[in-house]
């Protein structure tokens, strides 16, 4: 046990204390939230510049009723100055010239002739406003031809927004609302961190293997200690690693949420936001009532979702579906001499994982479908699938049966790999053929 | 006494015997040469020793008691195949080392000290492996191999790799070792190493031990009666009488004194050899031929074969 700890404090330490492990442990949660800031800071500081549009109107269809807003103001020019400005756009007074044919009605096109090229946002913004005058048109003829008196109301008033309240049943007959959404959320989020975890962390076993063996520091090695306790320190001192690392970003995540808050909290900025959000058409202020209510909703939801269970599960399933993983990854890593060994044995371990990770991608659609079902019992796909079940609920029995079966199956793996660690460190210069790791498994000690 | 012995030693792979029935037998305080040809079963006797792997069967002591897993802490191994962490610095992985061979961090440190300076390579200590010279990084495993006081050590080719200079500062040690009371089993293939330094030997081929015994006693029995002689004047042996009762191996003429390797017939002896001589020549030198390592090394791997 002394000796365990010896060498899972050399991997750990070694890792650690890496360059690359610091940087990419403080960056990984930097670029997450610039992900999340930078849009948000761009469209608060988007287009403050003021674009003054020439609108030349053939069809007389808009004449003084497309209306300017903040930054874009519409000038509407007569023939003779849309002439001269068509001439030279770049050397005129305006950013654009907005061209509207008199045959428009047939047509529904118009141009925008620019010397640069047209924002994203400028020319959807051009295209509503257009939309919506020819729109209400279009409606008054409508009316005026039916007749059917407060028609615009009464169309109005078919936009139905349809809310679903999901109750599930709990033992007992005891009803829950739970929230399907949250749960699909939670279910991929803590899925994809095992198959990250495992992806990353399994890697890591390999190359830690392969490096002891390629550079012959082995043989040195396994003369104090026994290869199994060389392995289990290795597997257990990157699992720290691992575990460090997460720890880590959680941490940083919460400091730059409570910093982003802040961010959106300062009246100023705030104010900005708010500037944005009703500039963009008045989307935003239609919207809001109900997103308020969503998101209320979402939050009582997150009350009833049991957190103790899914974040125990998490920690079993991240540790058994990891140990189970890395160990076939030391065993590989054992048995090549090259990098380039690694393909034929990476293959059937990546296999399961990836499965997973798409058996997963179904399994948050229908929790309790057959095929997540049989995917969260089989132990090799089981940690990811069965993550992305519990937080829709998994009955205790499931559970308990997948439970179960991951344990004998992460101890068996790991008295397998042992068994080929031992023999495939000390295996020079032959490319080994799975036949020949299975005899491995033969040799006595 | 007897510090280390192997009896009836066994062991086979899937698909070959490495080991038949071997024994050995290590005095305390000796250096014992274990030789052979490649592929012989040397490295497997090694690792069994080292407990790395275990035998079929037969038994393997030290100390007149049953190896049990703790003595890894009495044994110091040097592999031949060995290396070091690349990107580990030296003096923290000496550390690591010397910690896995049960010493304590605060032991294992002062212990370094003594040798990175007997060794002069204090300045390395920060240093990471990668960035030291083969021979270099040999040193740091020799001292990892040695640093815990071992009883028995196990030297696996240590001086490849070595320039002369070092090769002579590694021999100095080792025998310093030895004289301090340390067990040595030395495996190499360069058998002038083995003339100089080990007091007994034992040959491995094809999986069996062919031969065991003292150095000196080993040689002189592999002596084919062959005699270095100077003489003076001229003398012509081949076309004299003598080349019909000996064996004339050569004869080399060079001026005022002249050598003759000769061999006498089974049935004769040096006495005779030597009367027959000085009724016909001035006689320099007389030795006999016994012959080096090599020569038996060879000889007997093929007779094997």
Not at chain 1, 247 to 261: C, D, E, M, P, R
Not at chain 2, 114 to 131: N, R, S
Request: charged share 20%; aromatic share 10%.
């Amino acid at each position: 046990m002394h000796k365990i700890i010896l060498i899972l404090k050399r991997e750990y330490s070694t890792r650690v204390q890496k360059k690359s492990f610091i940087v990419l442990t403080l960056l990984m949660p930097i670029l997450m939230s610039a992900l999340f800031i930078l849009p948000a800071y761009f469209v608060s500081m988007d287009d403050k510049e003021t674009r003054t549009i020439a609108v030349y109107d053939g069809s007389a269809l808009f004449l003084g009723r497309i209306e300017s807003s903040e930054f874009t103001k519409f000038r509407f020019v007569p023939k003779e100055e849309y002439l001269k400005v068509k001439e030279d756009v770049k050397g005129s007074k305006y950013y654009a010239l907005l061209v509207i044919n008199p045959n428009f009605v047939t047509t529904n096109t118009v141009q925008v002739v620019s010397g640069s090229n047209i924002p994203f946002d400028l020319k959807s913004q051009i295209k509503e406003k257009i939309q919506s005058v020819i729109e209400k048109d279009k409606m008054a003829e409508v009316i005026k031809q039916t007749a059917i008196p407060d028609l615009e109301k009464r169309i109005e008033a078919t936009h139905t927004r349809i809310n679903i309240e999901t109750i599930k049943m709990g033992d007992g007959g005891v009803a829950k609302k739970s929230s399907t959404e949250i749960g699909m959320v939670l279910g991929y989020i803590f899925g994809f961190m095992i198959y990250m975890f495992i992806f990353i962390y399994g890697g890591m076993v390999m190359q830690g293997v392969m490096e002891e063996k390629q550079s012959r520091i082995v043989e040195v090695i396994i003369s104090s200690v026994k290869p199994f306790q060389l392995m289990m320190g290795k597997i257990v001192g990157i699992a720290l690693v691992g575990l460090t690392q997460f720890a880590i970003w959680v941490f940083l995540g919460f400091v730059i949420i409570s910093a982003t808050k802040s961010f959106y909290h300062s009246p100023v900025q705030a104010q900005q936001v708010q500037d944005v959000m009703a500039q963009s058409q008045d989307v935003a202020q239609q919207v809001t009532p109900q997103q308020v209510d969503q998101m209320q909703e979402m939050f009582s939801m997150i009350g009833t979702i049991n957190f103790p269970l899914i974040i125990a599960c998490f920690l079993f399933f991240f540790i058994g579906g990891y140990l189970l993983y890395s160990s076939m990854f030391a065993a590989v890593g054992s048995a090549i001499d090259t990098q380039e060994d690694a393909q034929q044995f990476m293959l059937p371990i990546m296999l399961p994982i990836i499965l997973s990770i798409m058996v997963m991608m179904s399994a948050i659609k229908s929790p309790e479908g057959p095929v997540a079902f049989w995917f969260s019992i089989i132990p090799f796909t089981s940690p990811v699938v069965m993550m992305a079940r519990i937080p829709f609920g998994v009955p205790a029995w499931q559970l308990a049966l997948s439970m179960v079966l991951m344990v004998i199956t992460f101890v068996g793996m790991v008295w397998v790999a042992g068994k080929i660690y031992r023999t495939g460190i000390l295996m020079y210069g032959k490319k080994p053929s799975w036949k020949e790791i299975g005899k491995w498994l033969m040799y006595k000690s | 006494m007897e510090l280390f012995s192997a009896k009836d030693v066994s062991k086979s792979y899937a698909n070959h015997q490495a080991l038949t029935k071997v024994s050995i037998s290590v005095e305390q305080g000796s250096i014992f040469g274990l030789l052979g040809p490649n592929g012989a079963g040397k490295t497997t006797l090694i690792r069994i020793i080292n407990q790395i792997t275990a035998p079929d069967s037969g038994s393997v002591w030290l100390n007149g008691q049953p190896l049990k897993a703790d003595d890894v802490y009495k044994i110091g191994y040097l592999p031949e195949e060995r290396g070091l962490y690349k990107k580990m610095k030296v003096g923290e992985q000496a550390l690591y080392l010397g910690q896995l061979k049960g010493l304590t961090r605060r032991d294992a440190m002062k212990e370094l000290k003594v040798w990175f300076e007997k060794f002069e390579i204090t300045a390395w200590w920060d240093k990471k492996a990668m960035e030291l010279s083969k021979g270099m990084q040999q040193k740091v495993q020799f001292i990892c191999a040695v640093l815990h006081k071992p009883s028995l050590l196990i030297f696996d080719e240590p001086f490849s790799g070595f320039d002369p200079i070092n090769v002579d500062i590694i021999t100095r040690e080792i025998l310093k070792m030895r004289d301090n009371g340390s067990t040595i089993i030395f495996s190499t293939h360069n058998m002038e190493s083995v003339e100089q330094l080990c007091d007994h030997i034992a040959l491995i081929d094809k999986s069996k031990k062919i031969l065991d015994g003292p150095t000196q006693s080993i040689r002189e029995k592999y002596k084919s009666n062959i005699y270095d002689i100077s003489y003076r004047g001229a003398f012509d042996f081949q076309n004299h009488e003598l080349a019909r009762k000996y064996n004339i191996l050569s004869d080399h003429k060079n001026g005022d004194v002249n050598k003759l390797s000769i061999q006498y017939n089974e049935g004769s002896n040096s006495r005779e050899l030597i009367r027959d001589l000085v009724d016909n020549v001035e006689i320099v030198a007389f030795n006999e031929v016994i012959p080096s390592m090599n020569e038996v090394f060879i000889k007997v791997v093929k007779q094997n074969s």
